[in-house]
């Protein structure tokens, strides 16, 4: 049994981290999620892998090469426009003669799903589709069940009749591909699982596995804020012996070091922090609930509560981010109440003394100068100075 994992997507909810990779290379616990996704289906058992590309596809065709490394066999097709999820399972049609599993490679999720689905799959006739209970169920696919069968699955309904929601894994047979290429696209120009699997509610049996395991979306900003330290807690992970903490310096459980980073002396890294590889965090600094990304810069006394801070950034000293609650717009969307911080991107520079409210974004290769303090979403390559 082969698993088709769809990893093509560009994760437009998730600026600026995505725009120099693909959502599914954002790092969780210092690993892409899409290789947390890859060692789940090794370690359930399946050894033949398709993924799914599209966007950016070279930072995860580089990554993961031909899968070697996860003692897996790993083969591509490319999904040149991103037109549903449907569509990007019938790019892998080529290379699939057999009964399959889909995942998304976007989802953190148990290998024992994965295994039980397998099982589930092998075992009956028809489709098979993970659910599971979440407390927003309105930002998922809504199920309902008639015993163990599938009887509808409502996509974001206002009204939700149930908390049980589609999982994104999936089993299928090859007929799955002449389902997709009668189904109609749906009104963003989509051809989505959701419609293909009502038309084999229509046709067949679909089976619901029920699964109240690891299911982790990250879909935001903020989720990346708690997801690391979450997996950590879950799995446990040593940092990196070339991890260097110098003295005085207090580094809690609960947290990674990344190879090469270096932690200079008097600083506090708490519970639920990931710093990435090559990082340099300077002395007197506090890191609390942050995922730092490689090669950054924390310069010296700077303090950063729930916080994501992306590769190649600089944070100048004293920089403030008090973290907590605030209201984030994503999209045309007011979120409300959300954990985070300050997001800093790619390239970007805060400067010395600065403050950032709870809920700020800067964009990549932004510069905020020093002394300044600054909230809301700071547009990439933009300059703000003290007024």
């Not at 990893?7 to 969780?28: F, I, Q, S």
């Not at 790993?74 to 889909?102: M, P, R």
């Amino acid at each position: 049994m082969k698993a088709v994992v769809l990893a093509a997507g560009e994760g437009r909810r998730l600026e600026p981290l995505t725009n120099r990779r693909p959502k599914p290379m954002l790092p969780v616990a210092n690993r892409p999620l899409l290789e947390h996704v890859v060692e789940a289906v090794a370690e359930a058992g399946i050894d033949e892998i398709v993924l799914v590309v599209g966007y950016k596809r070279d930072r995860i065709q580089t990554h993961f090469g031909d899968g070697n490394e996860w003692g897996v066999s790993i083969e591509y097709v490319v999904q040149d426009k991103q037109l549903g999820t449907a569509h990007a399972v019938a790019q892998a049609e080529s290379l699939v003669d057999d009964d399959f599993l889909v995942l998304n490679g976007d989802r953190l999720i148990g290998s024992d799903l994965v295994a039980r689905l397998a099982e589930t799959h092998r075992d009956g006739d028809g489709a098979v589709v993970a659910v599971t209970r979440s407390t927003e169920p309105s930002e998922y696919g809504v199920v309902e069940l008639e015993g163990d069968r599938v009887v509808e699955i409502l996509e974001k309904p206002r009204e939700t009749p149930s908390d049980l929601i589609n999982a994104g894994v999936y089993g299928f047979d090859p007929s799955v591909f002449d389902v997709i290429r009668e189904i109609e696209p749906d009104a963003n120009g989509e051809y989505t699982i959701t419609t293909t699997i009502q038309r084999l509610i229509e046709d067949e049996s679909v089976r619901a596995l029920r699964y109240d395991g690891m299911w982790i979306d990250v879909s935001y900003l903020w989720d990346l804020v708690y997801v690391s330290g979450d997996v950590i807690d879950r799995y446990g992970r040593d940092s990196a012996d070339s991890a260097v903490v110098e003295d005085g310096a207090s580094v809690a459980d609960g947290v990674y070091l990344g190879p090469s980073a270096r932690i200079g002396a008097n600083s506090t890294i708490r519970r639920g922090t990931t710093v990435g590889d090559n990082v340099t965090i300077g002395s007197n600094v506090v890191l609390e609930n942050a995922v730092v990304f490689a090669d950054a810069v924390v310069e010296d006394g700077a303090v950063l509560r729930d916080c994501v801070v992306a590769s190649n950034a600089t944070v100048g000293a004293n920089v403030t981010v008090d973290g907590g609650d605030a209201d984030v717009v994503v999209g045309e969307t007011v979120h409300r109440d959300v954990t985070l911080g300050a997001v800093v991107g790619d390239n970007a520079t805060i400067g010395a003394g600065s403050v950032l409210e709870s809920g700020t974004v800067v964009g990549d290769d932004a510069t905020v100068g020093a002394g300044t303090a600054v909230s809301g979403r700071i547009s990439p390559g933009t300059e703000v100075q003290r007024g």
